[in-house]
């Protein structure tokens, strides 16, 4: 069974900075498209970033210049570079996998931004 497990989220400052990861195991993980997505109280879980297994990235208008997603096929990892972090990014953030088949998603991670 596949497995996306995410780590990294907690509570941070804003103006902070942090880093995301997720662990994929039971996958081939270089021919999926990687995602991170979020979801805040009461809203709808949105698209953070994407990375195509061709290394193509693509961010919401929200966290462009501030957030970097990258990944390292040979270990399998995922990760979101957050910085000048701010409380509307509060929420939990998901990873996510997808191919032409089928997607698959993390149990996700809590990120708090206190101001």
């Known amino acids: 069974q596949v497995q996306l497990a995410e780590s990294g989220g907690g509570l941070f400052q804003a103006g902070g900075s942090l880093r995301l990861s997720c662990a994929a195991s039971?996958?081939?993980?270089?021919?999926?498209?990687m995602g991170w997505y979020r979801q805040a109280p009461g809203k709808q879980r949105e698209l953070v970033a994407v990375?195509?297994?061709?290394?193509?990235?693509n961010y919401a208008d929200s966290v462009k210049g501030r957030f970097t997603i990258s990944r390292d096929n040979a270990k399998k990892l995922l990760y979101l570079q957050m910085n000048s972090l701010k409380s509307e990014d509060t929420g939990v953030y998901y990873c996510?996998?997808?191919?032409?088949?089928?997607?698959?998603w993390g149990q996700g991670t809590q990120v708090t931004v206190s101001s």
């Open positions: 039971r996958i081939i993980f270089s021919i999926h498209d």
């Open positions: 990375i195509t297994s061709g290394g193509t990235t």
């Open positions: 996510n996998a997808k191919n032409p088949l089928r997607e698959y």
